[in-house]
């Protein structure tokens, strides 16, 4: 269950920094992480020995994250761009229908993969705590936490620039407590990579929803995991006008759980994760 390192190349050329450990025989359950962070924000999982028995994860930095290429245009931030970094990933790693897991704006690029990627290219879908798709959405979505954060995430002002980032991972938290500052300090260190420009380029694609509730409605399998007491997000709004076009879907909301739920509530997510993909 060593973990193995690679950076591939995207059709663009640009370089995509990911990782994979677990069992080789087992399902595939690819982790796309949030807005500012990288493949640090699932250690947890990656050290979960119950979770690497039985599938084999594979994590990856989003274009502008983390350690892979941040190209400086806008144009470089389309959706199917998007969808081919997570093909080169899964082909990198050689694994075939994987499931993706994605977790807060990490979500958002399974609409990428349903529009852009060949009928049946996943398995299912894994939402935690998660931003279906990029558009009108996000005004009922995203909470007053959310909606404060994000004009304070683009300002030029240094100081409130690295402030709003610290807020914004403390907000995805509800236990914050001396046992996790070492995990918060290390998010915050990712999210202080991206500048402006980065977090505009990373929230600003145009993205059509209707694929992915087609594939819902075909039958593509899906997970929706989020906690009732998510500060950043209103759940409900996406399971409301995105999961309820899935017939085939279980929808699992925990009681106390905030927005880094596979990070709080690890055991329980871990457990619903391994029901969904070995079922």
Not at 86 to 114: H, I
Not at 137 to 154: A, Q, S, T, V, W
Request: proline content about 3%.
């Amino acid at each position: 269950m060593s973990k193995v390192s690679k950076l591939v190349t995207s059709s663009d050329g640009c370089e995509i920094f990911a990782e994979g450990a677990g069992n080789l025989e087992g399902p595939t359950i690819v982790l796309v992480h949030g807005l500012g962070s990288s493949t640090v924000i699932f250690n947890n999982l990656f050290k979960d020995d119950q979770l690497l028995s039985k599938v084999y994860l594979v994590r990856y930095d989003m274009r502008s994250h983390g350690r892979s290429g941040r190209p400086a245009n806008q144009s470089d931030y389309s959706s199917p761009k998007f969808a081919a970094d997570f093909m080169a990933v899964v082909e990198g790693f050689n694994r075939q229908k994987p499931y993706l897991l994605g977790w807060s704006l990490g979500g958002t690029v399974a609409t990428d993969v349903c529009t852009h990627c060949p009928a049946g290219y996943v398995s299912g879908i894994i939402y935690v705590s998660a931003l279906p798709y990029i558009g009108a959405i996000m005004m009922d979505l995203g909470k007053e936490c959310l909606k404060n954060l994000h004009p304070r995430l683009l300002t030029q002002d240094a100081a409130d620039a690295l402030k709003a980032r610290i807020d914004f991972v403390d907000s995805t938290i509800n236990d914050r407590n001396a046992s996790n500052w070492d995990d918060r300090l290390l998010w915050v260190g990712a999210f202080s990579h991206l500048n402006a420009n980065d977090v505009l380029n990373a929230m600003s694609r145009q993205q059509d929803p209707e694929p992915l509730l087609a594939a819902g409605r075909g039958g593509l399998r899906l997970l929706h995991l989020y906690g009732d007491a998510d500060q950043q997000l209103d759940n409900a709004v996406a399971e409301a006008q995105v999961s309820q076009h899935f017939i085939d879907k279980k929808v699992v909301v925990i009681k106390g759980g905030g927005h880094a739920l596979f990070y709080e509530f690890q055991g329980q997510v871990v457990e619903e994760v391994l029901a969904f993909v070995t079922k």
